[in-house]
């Protein structure tokens, strides 16, 4: 299994984009996923979760603002990002629990201009 995320890209403050995370590869158990990210020299950070079951959290940062989600038909988990601001600028990054092993995805470039 891989997964690819996409949807990354500069925008500028109080925009919007939506984060996508692909897993390839068959799977029959689908767990929690998160959303992590890496601002340039500074350490890796979560950001959201998804249980199996739906339930979400947030880092403090971005709740009110930002949404994750999930379509397990399609195998897919989405970050949808409003209202961004500069300090969100980072590599996101998403992470899943699929047949009880976790995976990372590659990381998406987000950046945000003021």
């Known amino acids: 299994v891989q997964l690819q995320a996409s949807g990354g890209g500069l925008v500028q403050a109080g925009g919007s984009l939506r984060l996508s995370c692909a897993a390839s590869g068959s799977t029959l158990s689908i767990g929690a996923s998160d959303w992590y990210r890496q601002a340039q020299g500074k350490e890796r950070e979560w950001v959201a979760g998804i249980t199996r079951d739906g339930g979400t959290n947030y880092v403090d940062s971005v709740s009110g603002r930002f949404r994750i989600s999930r379509d397990d038909a399609k195998n897919m988990v989405y970050l949808q990002m409003n209202s961004l601001k500069p300090e969100d600028t980072a590599v996101y990054f998403c992470?899943?629990?699929?047949?009880?092993?976790?995976?990372w995805g590659q990381g998406t470039q987000v950046t945000v201009s003021s």
């Open positions: 992470h899943r629990w699929l047949d009880a092993q976790d995976y």
